[in-house]
């Protein structure tokens, strides 16, 4: 296998005393225990940990879990996302989705090279460090419109890091291109690719996805085209969207996914949740009429949970477009170390009803954090701090210890 962009040594589980008299729910003290000794959390354990009244237990346990790999650190990215189409063949078939449009259809869009540039002109600052690219599955935007476009922006902006096209958009260009997986990623690979965000992935069950996405890429090959771009190098996110239809039950064997997967390859950098939001599309008038809303607490015991039971992610960031900043802050006290950054103008998650602005300034996010009693620090894509904050000022990066697992 090709060696890592940047690895980072994988260990077993940490071995981190909980203290129990921060825990109210008996059934959470052996889970405390296997924690405290270094032992692998059981499927069984995190059903037990998504069903638990106790939620400030939880959150004490994640959170100091958390502590013991990276302090009291945050670190956050200052990225630009660009949606450079939103022409999807799925547009009918996902019905979580408020952003896709037809071809012809009022809305629709594809830029051009130029319009692409334009767009990422504002990283021209020197401030940006990140592109975050994804889009619909367009027909008309294959292998070339990509490869094309991430040299034009390699050259005009050869400071910036480039993640983009989710594992669906890959097999989409695959499937067009009459290419495999490897062939594409070694493409974009070598026209500026970077990363790979985590998008895509949903729910890995089956039956869910029959229900919310039933064309879109399984859960076996959304691992399998991660897999690929983890054996060129290229390192990913990868997410879970929760809060529609599915169960705990799905959601611990989704989770379960994503950590074989990690054992094997080291790739993934960060496990990001994602609150599905019910606004916009037609699943959600769906789960209004059930009365089943995403909650505060279900944003916060994911991310908790998520930190307990994947013990091989060194990451766990919170999208505060997604959840609202204040959430992210508190997620902050529940196994959250990263969170999104200064994004610049966002656009798939406010068409399906994000209320959140579409940016955050470096002011707002670093009062955002420091309001939580941590520290902020810079990172790169491959979560190497670049600068910390002290005060009101900003310093050279110190070393800091982070481990993954």
Known sequence: MVALADPQPLRMPLAVPIDP???????????????????????????????????????????????????????????????PTNVCVLRKTCVFCGYARLPKEEGAYRYTLDQVLEEAAQAANG???????????????G????????????????????????????????????LSWTEVLQALKDAGLDTMPGGGAETFSAAVRDVIADKKLGGADYIGVHRAAHALGIRSNCTMLYGHVETFEDRVAHLHMLRELQDETGGFLA???????????????????????????????NLAVGRLYLDNFAHIKSHWIMVTPMLSQVALHFGVNDIEGTVVREKIYHAVGATTPQAMTLDALLALIRGAGKVPAERDSFYRVLRTFDGDAASEAVPVPTTVG
């Open 143 to 178: 292998l070339e419109y990509y490869t094309t476009m991430f040299r034009a922006l390699k050259a005009n902006f050869p400071h910036v890091h480039i993640k983009a096209l989710t594992a669906v958009e890959i097999a989409h260009l695959a499937r067009i291109e009459k």
């Open 127 to 141: 401030l940006t460090r990140e592109f975050h690219i994804v889009g619909g599955l367009d027909m008309q935007a």
């Open 21 to 83: 008299s921060r825990l109210r729910d008996p059934a959470l003290h052996p889970i405390a225990e296997k924690i405290g000794a270094g032992v692998r959390l059981t499927d069984a354990d995190a059903l037990t940990l998504y069903r638990t009244s106790d939620l400030l237990g939880l959150g004490a346990m994640a959170d100091t879990v958390t502590r013991a790999k990276h302090g009291d650190v945050v670190t956050f990215a200052a990225n630009q996302h660009i949606n």
């Open 271 to 301: 496990f990001i949740p994602l609150a599905y939001h019910p606004d916009g599309n037609e699943l959600g008038k769906t789960l209004a009429r059930q009365g089943q809303p995403t909650t505060g607490t279900d944003d916060v015991r």
